[in-house]
């Protein structure tokens, strides 16, 4: 890490905020942070598509439809989130991963997602 406690991007930079509207992160905080409770590696901040929120959808992650009772107001294309890591990777296998902003995607991404795939989806 670059300071101690300042979170690191996969490109080796202080770690950009994802979205904040909607809101995202295991914190919702906006940021791709992570921790040991977050077992699922919230880490990549990747851009929506309609063909992603139909994959994920189908792999039983509706990330479309509005779940008011979590403030959560359901993605739509375009729209920046916080993925799993291994959702990404399973994604990309499948052939529909999304676009990524790797500035504020985590570091520990890369424990999981090799950096040549995510520079694959690597958003301008």
């Known amino acids: 890490m670059m300071e101690k406690d300042k979170p690191v991007n996969a490109l080796g930079g202080a770690l950009q905020p994802c979205s904040s509207d909607p809101v995202t992160g295991f914190f919702r905080d906006g940021f791709c942070n992570t921790c040991d409770a977050d077992r699922g590696s919230h880490t990549v901040c990747a851009v929506m598509t309609k063909e992603f929120l139909a994959y994920s959808k189908y792999v039983g992650n509706d990330l479309s439809t509005p779940r008011p009772e979590f403030r959560f107001p359901g993605l739509k294309p375009g729209d920046k989130w916080c993925l799993c890591a291994s ?20 570091e520990r991404a890369l424990e999981i997602v090799p950096r040549r795939v995510l520079d694959l989806y690597k958003a301008d």
């Open 87 to 106: 959702r990404f990777l399973q994604a990309h296998d499948e052939g529909c991963a999304p676009l990524v902003d790797l500035t504020a995607t985590h």
